[in-house]
């Protein structure tokens, strides 16, 4: 009888402890249902364990519904990078050519909120007066299975992200000067035709 006792007293803290996770989940989704735009700062660290080392790169970021995004990345080499749909554009300082790139598929950071895409929080605790939460994807083909999120446990706005970008190696953003729903040019998201030459 003991052990039955236990075995639904364990379920049932279970079952509860995910209700809070998807509950937590439920209110980033609802944060960012009526987002727009994001742009702030950005400091991104990838960091191979393979390797033993880690690369910084820092600087400004734009994001626009439904799937633009724009990195200016001033540190530690200045380079432009723009996603638009399925294509991607690289150009960096000194060079004139731009090299493109054919995505696999429709990149947009606004699709992990999408209640359409089959996600469950799988840890959440407070970490550095954040709030933590592991994010897995129930889609096995998904681009990133695994999400780590810290969050303003006030308004469940994200101050940083990290994310596997293969075996043994991490890519993490960290995320500061925040500003939602700011009116942006769809200009930003077009690299600058270059001058034709006399």
Do not use: H
């Not at 009526?34 to 790169?57: A, D, M, P, W, Y």
Request: hydrophobic residues 35%; proline residues 5%.
């Amino acid at each position: 009888m003991k052990k039955v006792s236990m075995l639904i007293f364990l379920v049932t803290f279970v079952v509860l402890a995910q209700t809070q996770f998807d509950t937590i989940w439920q209110k980033v989704q609802k944060r960012y249902e009526k987002v727009n735009t994001v742009q702030g700062n950005f400091t991104q660290r990838i960091c191979s364990e393979s390797l033993g080392i880690c690369q910084q790169f820092d600087g400004k970021f734009y994001l626009k519904r439904p799937d633009k995004l724009r990195l200016d990345v001033t540190y530690p080499d200045t380079q432009i990078i723009i996603v638009s749909g399925k294509k991607a554009w690289f150009k960096f300082k000194g060079e004139s050519k731009v090299n493109e790139q054919e995505l696999p598929a429709r990149l947009s950071p606004f699709d992990i909120f999408s209640e359409k895409i089959q996600s469950t929080v799988s840890e959440s605790r407070m970490e550095d007066k954040l709030l933590y939460i592991r994010l897995v994807s129930q889609d096995t083909l998904a681009l990133i299975p695994d999400l780590e999120l810290w969050l303003n446990p006030k308004d469940y706005t994200i101050q940083q992200f990290s994310y596997s970008q293969g075996p043994g190696t991490v890519s993490t953003f960290e995320l500061s000067k925040v500003k939602l729903n700011q009116k942006i040019s769809d200009i930003i998201f077009e690299l600058p035709k270059p001058k034709k030459e006399d």
